[in-house]
């Protein structure tokens, strides 16, 4: 057997795999406590260990935590165990420790890789605005416009009216004033539950 037989193969896809698994299966424990911080807290903690195994020299450039305080994989962050390749990494163990402190469905363990210096860096901002639409209209999109000229142009790429539209839209309070609009421009909604 040759020295190269004895290394494992390793893929980085697989390795990610097992650290987003490793963050899923900390935070039932948490489930229904009523406790988002420990539930956030525990995916962390198991997240950072199985992420220190990971060959690779990744920096956290989209973290989570700062904006309730929770333990978190911070900006800024290095992680993996610091040999190539370099990499760019956004990062939430639990997106819906909400819903997990409340024993809901739906909360999911996130992880994200590009090459260094290539993944958007957004600095300190929380949210951002999002427009997703299936193939037939994202050439008529505009993340500038207003939702109702958003819908009109996708009634049209679509030749339906904008009555016969559903948006799904998160149901949030920073949404009510979306919601309203997308109301007035006649189109249906189906709100999905926030974290």
């Known amino acids: 057997m040759t020295d190269n037989a004895q290394v494992p193969d390793r893929n980085l896809a697989l390795e990610l795999c097992r650290v987003t698994e490793a963050a899923a299966l900390a935070a039932p424990r948490w489930m229904g ?15 950072r260990h199985v992420l220190d195994s990971v060959t690779m020299d990744g920096i956290v ?7 309730d305080e929770a333990p978190m994989l911070y900006n800024g962050e290095r992680i993996g165990n610091g ?3 370099a990499a ?14 409340r024993g809901r469905a739906n909360a999911i363990a ?3 890789v590009s090459d260094r210096d290539t993944m958007f860096d957004p600095g300190p901002c929380v949210y951002m605005e ?4 299936g193939p037939e209209c994202a050439s008529v999109i505009d993340i500038t ?3 109702t000229e958003n819908l009109r142009r996708i009634a049209e790429a ?13 149901d949030r309070d920073r949404h009510n004033d979306l919601i309203a609009e997308v109301r007035t421009a006649g189109a249906r909604i189906r709100l999905i539950p926030g974290r």
Do not use: N, Q, Y
């Open 83 to 85: 040999s190539p390749p």
């Open 110 to 112: 996130v992880i994200a």
């Open 61 to 67: 450039v989209i973290g989570e935590g700062e904006k």
């Open 145 to 147: 416009a207003s939702p």
């Open 158 to 170: 679509k030749s339906e009216d904008v009555r016969d539209l559903t948006a799904v839209i998160l």
């Open 33 to 47: 406590r009523g406790d988002k911080e420990g539930a956030d807290g525990a995916a962390v903690d198991a997240m």
């Open 88 to 101: 760019d990494i956004a990062v939430d163990p639990i997106d819906g420790t909400t819903l997990t402190s």
């Open 130 to 133: 999002k427009i997703a639409v």
